[in-house]
């Protein structure tokens, strides 16, 4: 089955500090991943995109993220990260077959960043 | 400004009332979506819409009515609605066809509260 995971619910990181959110995924073919943002009761803003090319992704508001293929996974990352970014964080793979040309969504994680 | 726009933001209503949200997008693209977003769950597709024909209702109760009179509308028809139906409804949009990477642009939501 096609799917997401994002393994961790919530993560808690300090201003300044270096921060990371999890993602996995399982896709029949070449996975196109996105990362998407959203903050409290705002709708979801798209952040960046894995189509092909080099595996280091960069996006909006200094993120990133580095596709690993062996890994099957596509984890988000900042190098120095501001209370602003705190939010609702969703990883998504484009499903194929009978899930074709769909967006699968994982469960999202909560990032929580602290004066 | 997301080019997908959502109406009303906030919604209140009775078990017996009929309501509508309103989605409309002006990006030019040929699909639309309904998703419910409720606490602690992941995102639920609903429906979807490819050129104002819907492909994919999921499971969702008959209580909950969708209309795309055109590619730049979706309407979603509430009545009869239960408690548990008190969620944020967002509303996207993509491209079809070749240029149709997956991504997906949504609004802001209509945050529905069922009483």
């Known amino acids: 089955a096609q799917s997401v995971a994002q393994p961790e619910d919530q993560v808690n990181v300090a201003e300044g500090n270096p921060l990371t959110v999890k993602c996995t995924y399982s896709?029949?073919?070449?996975?196109?991943l996105f990362w998407y943002v959203q903050y409290p009761n705002r709708g979801l803003q798209f952040l960046l995109k894995?189509?092909?090319?080099?595996?280091l992704v960069k996006g909006s508001y200094g993120f990133e993220a580095e596709f690993n293929k062996s890994q099957t996974s596509f984890h988000l990352k900042k190098p120095s990260a501001l209370v602003s970014d705190s939010a609702l964080y969703f990883c998504?793979?484009?499903?194929?077959?009978?899930?074709?040309?769909?967006?699968?969504f994982g469960q999202g994680t909560e990032l929580s960043v602290k004066p | 400004e997301t080019g997908v726009t959502q109406t009303p933001r906030h919604l209140v209503m009775g078990m017996t009332n009929k309501k509508s949200l309103k989605c409309e997008q002006h990006?030019?693209?040929?699909?639309m979506y309904w998703y419910k977003q409720s606490a602690k769950k992941p995102l639920e597709l609903m429906f979807v819409?490819?050129?104002?024909?819907?492909?994919e209702n999921n499971s969702v109760p008959s209580r909950f009515s969708p209309e795309c009179p055109n590619s730049s509308h979706l309407f979603l028809h509430l009545h009869t609605l239960q408690p548990e139906d008190s969620a944020l409804y967002l509303c996207?949009?993509?491209?079809?066809?070749?240029?149709?990477?997956?991504?997906?642009?949504f609004g802001e939501g209509s945050r529905l509260t069922v009483l």
């Open positions: 996207a949009s993509s491209p079809t066809g070749r240029t149709n990477t997956g991504e997906l642009f």
């Open positions: 896709v029949s073919g070449n996975p196109y």
């Open positions: 894995y189509i092909t090319g080099d595996n």
């Open positions: 998504a793979v484009r499903g194929f077959g009978n899930q074709g040309g769909k967006l699968i």
């Open positions: 990006l030019g693209h040929n699909a």
């Open positions: 819409y490819s050129l104002e024909e819907r492909v």
